[in-house]
């Protein structure tokens, strides 16, 4: 079964610049969950959908950060006009019915 | 306000020895506690998890240990190899759907 996978894996932008992270998560999960971990940091939860529907993006860090997911499969990750302060490793998950969260490996963000 | 607090932030252990990480929360409703592996460049993996119905939990070279009266729990790790050098997260949960993570600790066996 293949797992989570995510692209890019790595981005290099300058401040201002717009950026989107895609995710593919394990077939027939329907949870799917961004999180964002800084360097030295635990992984901090921005937005999860549960199928389309957005179940809580109350920590989404502000209006420049939106994330869909259209059919309840695939799902985008984008942040408008990025600033220093996004630099982080932004990860994707996904569960089904049980407790565990299956990470991908992550796209690393760097903005100068 | 952190809600799950590890320590310590880095370790070093020999390989063969007992690795021990700690952990505490703060919300009493939590009740699922999951314990992350992060190798570099990866995603976190789930290594072990217990729920607040129990007090220990075995898997191989690891156990976890819960203690709802003082919230906290650990982690241990009997013969370490250098195969187990990672970051090690404490994470936490109560609607089986958000896990709030620690900060993590790092890890490195000594061959």
């Known amino acids: 079964e293949a797992g989570v996978t995510q692209s890019p894996r790595y981005a290099v932008l300058q401040e201002g610049q717009a950026v989107s992270f895609w995710c593919d998560p394990i077939s027939g999960h329907d949870t799917l969950y961004w999180y964002q971990q800084p360097r030295d940091q635990g992984p901090q939860l921005l937005v999860y959908f549960r199928d389309e529907a957005v179940i809580d993006n109350s920590q989404l860090p502000s209006d420049r950060f939106s994330a869909v997911r259209p059919k309840g499969t695939n799902s985008t990750l984008k942040i408008q006009s990025a600033k220093q302060g996004d630099t982080a490793t932004y990860l994707c998950?996904?569960?089904?019915?049980?407790?565990?969260?299956?990470f991908g490996p992550g796209t690393r963000l760097t903005v100068l | 306000q952190q809600q799950v607090r590890q320590s310590p932030q880095s370790l070093t252990v020999w390989e063969g020895g007992t690795t021990v990480l700690t952990c505490s929360y703060e919300d009493s409703t939590f009740n699922y506690f999951p314990w992350y592996q992060q190798f570099p460049g990866e995603g976190p993996a789930l290594l072990i998890s217990i729920l607040s119905v129990s007090d220990k939990k075995e898997d191989g070279r690891f156990t976890t240990f819960f203690n709802k009266r003082e919230k906290k729990l650990s982690l241990h790790i009997i013969d370490s190899q250098p195969g187990d050098s990672a970051t090690y997260f404490c994470?936490?949960?109560?609607?089986?759907?958000?896990?709030?993570f620690g900060d993590g600790t790092q890890l490195v066996v000594k061959p």
């Open positions: 994470a936490a949960s109560y609607s089986n759907n958000r896990i709030f």
């Open positions: 998950a996904s569960k089904t019915g049980g407790w565990e969260q299956y």
